[in-house]
């Protein structure tokens, strides 16, 4: 089972000058959890397209009580891979976006195309569809819930780093202030906070699961059992 | 931004100023002539994919635009 969503929205920049930012978005203000950065192919085709593989490290975006489905050493890092092919004939560019560790835990799949808007040629357009699965016995449902759910917080925040990148490349000076960082500083801590005590709910609810398990005996269709 | 490779974050940053500047100012006008960041881009590439190789970083096999292609066309 996959959970799909899409969702629309505009950059105000031309598509020249958004394509540009895109491959200038890292670091920005938002974009805290992206730990490294690399392209590691390009190559313009012979009809002259920009074809690019970039590898990013991020930091692992899983559910504190998934964690201990994941080995070790890379329970808080997760490496994803962009391609993507920029077409200046047709002033487009597609790029697709996957996490290539712990799929099976959790995977994330997107897709974005940006065009000129059709409105505004100083307006680009961001068409975004991604699709999250987990494979998790169990447990696919909460944790493609819980992807869902993370995956629109950030895309708000890839859309905010966006704008700061533009303005910054357009000579503004980026609109964030001192009071929304505080903001966002707030939010962050209650976010925590709230997932703090989604976690230990879930653990009691694992803790319940495992006491079923042990008088249920195996092999059982356990979909019954999911939150 | 960091590279994955300790190493070769240095090499990246000049690597992406060159490509920044040939993007802009090149390849979105449609000027075709010789890409002058292919020696920067060498050596950077030759040190990220060792660091790649020694941190097991599955990338090896992985299809360009991959899972893309089970996907409905949007």
Known sequence: ?227 | MNSVGEGCTELKREYDQCFNRWFAEKFLKGDRGEDPCTELFKKYQSCVQKAIKEKDIPIDGVEFMGPNKEKPAS
Not at chain 1, 52 to 69: D, H, I, M, N, Y
Not at chain 1, 114 to 143: H, P
């Open chain 1, 1 to 227: 089972m996959v959970k799909y969503f899409n969702c629309a929205a505009s950059l105000k920049g031309t598509w020249d000058q958004v394509s540009q930012a895109f491959w200038q978005r890292y670091p920005n203000p938002y974009s805290n959890h992206v730990l490294t950065e690399d392209i590691i192919f390009r190559e313009v085709t012979p009809d002259n397209r920009l074809i690019s593989r970039r590898l990013l490290t991020k930091t692992s975006r899983v559910p504190r009580w998934a964690e201990k489905f994941l080995p070790g050493h890379m329970a808080r890092k997760a490496y994803i891979i962009e391609d993507s092919v920029v077409d200046p004939q047709k002033r487009t560019t597609v790029s697709f976006t996957w996490n290539i560790t712990h799929a099976r835990l959790m995977s994330v799949q997107e897709r974005c195309v940006y065009t000129v808007s059709l409105d505004n040629s100083n307006m680009t357009e961001v068409k975004r569809e991604a699709w999250i699965s987990s494979n998790l016995c169990g447990f696919s449902r909460a944790v493609q819930e819980f992807g869902l759910a993370r995956f629109k917080s950030s895309v708000v925040k890839t859309m905010k780093g966006f704008e700061y990148v533009l303005a910054r490349m357009q000579g503004e000076t980026p609109t964030r202030t001192l009071a929304e960082t505080a903001t966002e500083k707030a939010r962050e801590t209650a976010l925590a906070a709230k997932e703090k005590a989604k976690g230990l709910a879930s653990h009691a609810q694992k803790k319940q699961y495992v006491a079923m398990k042990t008088l249920i005996p195996t092999g059982l269709n356990t979909s019954a059992l999911e939150p």
